[in-house]
């Protein structure tokens, strides 16, 4: 088993399972994997130390030449997104080789990263959580955001200021999630809780960073 390892799939969408004292569990299915190792970098060749790798199948007409003369030299089939992950210990992969949920385990906590959805232009109630104006005829400041610039100095808005803007469609992770079950032959991985992204969007999958510090900790003491 890999200790630094980290795959990506697909969300399918949320569902709800018991466990063995009956309690009901909230779960994201994802379907994680295959993920064929494309590129082993290290620091001599490239200035640091990762695995690349990629995820779904690719038709060949679609890409470009030197993109599939890259995976010719790695032997793989083309695929259609390319990714990364730095670890030290470069010698446990092999060029070609699957990453898969396999390389997981039941009851594992793990870091979850996607793009949340996406949620246009909104006003500072929504995006921001402002309470909003008087609710009284006449205040005409219901879900304005009130005074954003300055008077004679600087004379102008301060950078961080909370204002109407674009909203989601950004990097989130989550943290310390923990793995209900793996179904190894469809590739699903089902983690408890809801994570980041609509329905189809990509999650990258890795072993927990924080939780296996504080597993450390605990035992020096």
Known sequence: MKNNVEIVGKKIGMTQVFDNQDHLIPVTIIEAGPCPIT???TLKKDGYSAIQFGFRIQKRHRLSKG?????????VSPVANLFEF?????????????LSVSDFNQSEKVDLIG???????QGVVK?????GGRASHGSMSHRRGGSYGNCQWPGEIQKGKK???HMGSSRCTVQNLLIIKIIKEKNLILIK?????????????RKAIKHKNLISKISRK
């Not at 793009?115 to 232009?121: A, H, L, S, V």
């Open 39 to 41: 590129q082993i970098k």
């Open 67 to 75: 993109i599939l003369g890259h995976f010719k030299k790695s032997e």
């Open 86 to 98: 730095r670890t030290e210990n470069i010698e446990e992969f092999n060029l070609g080789e699957n």
């Open 115 to 121: 793009i949340t959805k996406g949620r246009g232009f």
């Open 127 to 131: 995006r921001w959580n402002f309470s």
């Open 163 to 165: 204002m109407p803007g």
């Open 193 to 205: 809780g809801s994570i980041p992204g609509h329905i189809g969007g990509l999650i990258r999958i």
